[in-house]
């Protein structure tokens, strides 16, 4: 089985979000604030149709 990389389009931005969200929830409950630790799924779905973003799987 091969590994698959793929450029993340906009159908991406729920998965993505979750993420990030849950990735920076430790961060967070530090009470650092900088803009991806408080993104909301607008700012990914801005991110994913301004700037590159790749994915790994199907």
Do not use: C, H, W
Request: charged share 30%; no cysteine; aromatic share 10%.
């Amino acid at each position: 089985m091969s590994e698959i990389y793929r450029l993340a389009t906009i159908e991406d931005a729920e998965e993505q979000f979750k993420v990030i969200d849950g990735a920076y929830e430790s961060i967070r409950e530090l009470g650092i604030t900088f803009r991806a630790a408080n993104g909301d799924i607008d700012l990914i779905r801005e991110n994913l149709l301004e700037l590159t973003s790749y994915v790994f799987g199907n």
